[in-house]
């Protein structure tokens, strides 16, 4: 079985292989993708207060997104819809994966 760091690394990997032969539409991507991650969060948000739901979209999965350049749209849904704020293991590592996302962009820019 594969563990959920492998995954995050894996899919941060494509994503951000992506973005790089993409660099012609970068601006569409990081518009796309920042869109497609608030949306991801806002529909978490939404079956975290559904009762009756029984998957939950994965914290490997929203990382990925955001490691991936989302960040932004993953802290707009965040804070707009009070949304993983109080959980501290989340917010630790989600302001790793901002940093980790910058210090790529800059390096390879």
């Given at each position: 079985k594969i563990s959920a760091a492998t995954k995050l690394v894996g899919a941060s990997i494509l994503f951000f292989l992506i973005s790089r032969i993409c660099r012609l539409y970068f601006?569409?991507?990081y518009?796309?993708?920042?869109?497609v991650t608030f949306l991801f969060f806002l529909y978490d948000k939404f079956i975290s207060r559904?009762?009756?739901a029984t998957t939950r979209?994965?914290?490997t999965f929203m990382f990925s997104l955001c490691i991936s350049g989302g960040w932004l749209g993953a802290l707009s849904a965040m804070l707009l819809f009070n949304?993983?704020?109080r959980k501290s293991s989340f917010l630790f590592t989600f302001i790793l994966t901002v940093a980790v996302d910058i210090i790529l962009s800059y390096q390879l820019s």
């Open positions: 601006d569409t991507y518009l796309i993708l920042n869109f559904n009762s009756n979209i994965s914290e949304h993983k704020i």
